[in-house]
């Protein structure tokens, strides 16, 4: 499992497992044990997926030293500012049953997200918090959240997968030295993508599945992956995308099925639009 340096130099590993919208807490823990046993060493959770006890307890039964894993988790809107992220932060670190934290990351650019983030940084530099970053931070909210902070986000975690790449994005992250860190790169199947015909034909080339030539090439986009699955099977799979490389002419045959659009939402989550409705924030 190769890892990257985040802008701080702590090692990130490349693949993720994901946890979003495994509610069952059992079917999670097994998940997630699942997920270690195959070779992940990095798991992504956050606050509004309900299933962090789940994850801790994983990591608890997994019998590995803390140090070998990397736990993300992310706080939720209704915890953005300053003295709320204090308060969302014990309270992961107790339900993950952890005393810190790999990565920390403001879910959505939602609330008093300055506040929560001068918090985090407090955090950071008492090292309960290893590396802090955003979660859809389009490029434009991103720039000025950059350079309106003391610390640089370390990572953006965004959308990308073949039918939204991010080609803007991506230059302007490297730009700030934060990484890409890709959820959704298989777009829960939507346009078929596992039946495409274009990702067909250069699986068969590379004689690989449609789903490791995906991440390979979100991998070589420069993204750090988040893959989830429950199927052990699948978890092996997912991993096993580094011992192989696409081509250039593969890479821009991927590059041309980007539409430049977000395929689960226009501008931002029904459900966020939902909530600052409920308590008249303006957006």
Not at 183 to 196: I, Q, R, V
Request: charged share 25%; aromatic share 10%.
């Amino acid at each position: 499992m190769p890892n990257v340096s985040l802008s701080n130099g702590v090692l990130m590993p490349a693949a993720v497992f994901g946890v979003y919208q495994i509610r069952d807490l059992k079917e999670c823990q097994k998940a997630v044990e699942d997920a270690i046993a195959a070779g992940y060493r990095a798991i992504d959770t956050a606050a509004s997926y309900g299933n962090e006890a789940a994850v801790g307890h994983a990591i608890k039964a997994c019998g590995l030293d803390r140090r070998e894993l990397f736990i993300t988790t992310k706080l939720w809107v209704e915890d953005a500012s300053e003295e709320g992220a204090r308060r969302a932060i014990d309270r992961s670190l107790d339900l993950l049953g952890l005393d810190y934290l790999d990565l920390y990351l403001i879910h959505q650019p939602v609330g008093d997200v300055y506040g929560a983030w001068r918090t985090m940084q407090s955090f950071y530099q008492n090292k309960i918090l290893r590396a802090i970053g955003v979660s859809n931070f389009a490029s434009d909210r991103f720039i000025d959240f950059a350079h309106h902070n003391a610390i640089c986000p370390h990572v953006n975690q965004i959308e990308i997968n073949p039918f939204c790449q991010q080609q803007e994005t991506l230059p302007i992250l490297n730009k700030f030295g934060t990484t890409p860190v890709a959820w959704a790169p298989f777009a829960e199947g939507k346009n078929n993508l596992f039946t495409h015909p274009t990702l067909e034909s250069i699986a068969h080339r590379y004689e690989r599945t449609v789903g490791q030539i995906v991440l390979r090439y979100v991998h070589q986009l420069g993204a750090v992956v988040i893959a989830k699955t429950v199927r052990p099977e699948r978890m092996v799979e997912n991993l096993n995308i580094f011992d192989f490389e696409l081509e250039e002419d593969d890479m821009k045959r991927i590059a041309a099925l980007d539409t430049n659009t977000s395929q689960f939402f226009s501008h931002r989550d029904p459900k966020i639009i939902e909530w600052m409705c409920s308590r008249h924030i303006e957006h």
